[in-house]
């Protein structure tokens, strides 16, 4: 159930005044999540739920439909037409107020954008200050239990074992004259990953040569490149454990096939590595010393070590995402590519760290999982790639 009293302590400790939660039509996906309203349904009526910093929630709703919030804690507000839901949101929401909703300024953080911009312009005419509420919804789906960080390790293991099979695979292939591609290795991953019984929200993502240049490219029957030797290969790959609590392992390897390894692909790998550290070493200074960090600023770190060598062009996407029971979970991302996410990194939570560049011939992503533990140390769970793997 919703926890009431978490709630308020976030609260009082942000400095805010109260959260507002708004539906329609079950058009809010993060009221009916964190008020365990999915299943039921859906308000042809607009209903509000306010948790104050301090005191009792209230519940303002359509006197047509009274009902709707009555698993929830807190008084009742009942309203008739457009005059009276005025009226209980004049007296909820006072001017000097700070309340948090499900908006980002700008759209920074779209993730937490699911109040649409007219009732923003209707609530802002009571009087109160509308702030974010997205560093307060990564306490609710973002902030890992032991058990969850358990289940990711326990996945990175399996992980890198099928990844250890394919490999031996490709090398076992080749050795005895076989033709491979791109699309018989994926059917091979598959075969083991069915073995294995992990959960994965696609396919494995991997590229051959200049297909490693795109981020997006898929192996199909047709077009895949062949696998021999000298051949540079991306793999990416990302799973998690049967259950409704487990969380993903996420990692990509850079490999080389054969032992012969190309001067350039090395080049742009030591870069990329030189980048991911970067992050690692930005968030153990700032935790260490009390202080946040913020998702853009991971990001920024990464592109300034890509403009320092003058790669800042190959970059095409963000550095991190948040990582929980889905594989992009809710929670801050290292991005000030394609988004601007100014949430905090928090302590408890769980993130990729995957800085690439894609030059057109050649494709170098690293990437590894961080959480930041409540005790604000860095861990990472699994093996680190501190070399271009030969097979």
């Excluded at 939660?21 to 009526?45: A, M, N, Q, V």
């Excluded at 190309?262 to 990329?272: A, K, N």
């Amino acid at each position: 159930m919703m926890d009431v009293t978490k709630i308020q302590g976030l609260l009082q400790a942000q400095g805010l005044d109260g959260w507002l939660f708004h539906d329609f039509h079950g058009r809010d996906p993060i009221t009916r999540d964190i008020l365990g309203l999915d299943g039921k349904s859906h308000p042809s009526r607009r209903l509000f739920y306010f948790i104050p910093a301090g005191g009792e929630p209230v519940k303002v709703l359509s006197a047509i439909e009274p009902l709707l919030l009555d698993g929830l804690p807190g008084r009742k507000v009942l309203y008739k037409g457009k005059a009276g839901q005025d009226e209980a949101l004049r007296r909820l929401l006072r001017p000097g107020m700070k309340v948090a909703c499900q908006y980002s300024p700008m759209g920074n953080v779209p993730t937490a954008s699911t109040m649409d911009g007219g009732l923003l312009e209707y609530l802002r005419t009571f009087g109160p200050e509308l702030v974010s509420s997205a560093d307060l919804l990564q306490h609710f789906g973002a902030v890992l239990t032991p058990e969850q960080v358990e289940s990711h390790r326990q996945a990175g293991v399996i992980v890198h074992k099928i990844m250890d099979e394919t490999f031996r695979w490709v090398r076992q292939s080749l050795e005895e004259g076989l033709s491979i591609n791109e699309w018989d290795m994926l059917k091979k991953m598959k075969a083991l990953i069915d073995r294995e019984g992990v959960i994965l929200d696609g396919p494995p993502f991997f590229g051959v040569d200049d297909h490693a240049s795109d981020p997006g490219y898929e192996p199909k029957a047709q077009g895949s490149y062949p696998i021999r030797e000298g051949s540079r290969l991306i793999l990416d790959f990302a799973a998690r454990l049967p259950g409704e609590d487990s969380v993903y392992y996420d990692v990509t390897w850079c490999i080389q096939v054969g032992q012969a390894v190309d001067p350039e692909y090395q080049r742009l790998f030591d870069i990329v590595w030189e980048a991911r550290q970067s992050v690692v070493d930005l968030l153990e200074s700032r935790l260490a010393a009390g202080k946040v960090v913020y998702g853009y600023e991971a990001d920024r770190q990464t592109r300034a070590v890509f403009e320092k060598y003058g790669l800042s062009q190959f970059i095409m996407h963000r550095t991190g995402h948040s990582i929980g029971h889905a594989c992009h979970s809710v929670g801050a991302n290292l991005d000030d590519y394609e988004t601007h996410d100014d949430r905090q990194l928090l302590p408890g939570t769980m993130f990729s760290v995957e800085p690439g560049l894609y030059t057109g011939k050649y494709g170098v992503r690293l990437e590894f999982d961080v959480h930041i533990t409540p005790e604000r140390k860095v861990r990472i769970y699994g093996p680190i790639q501190r070399e271009i793997l030969c097979i």
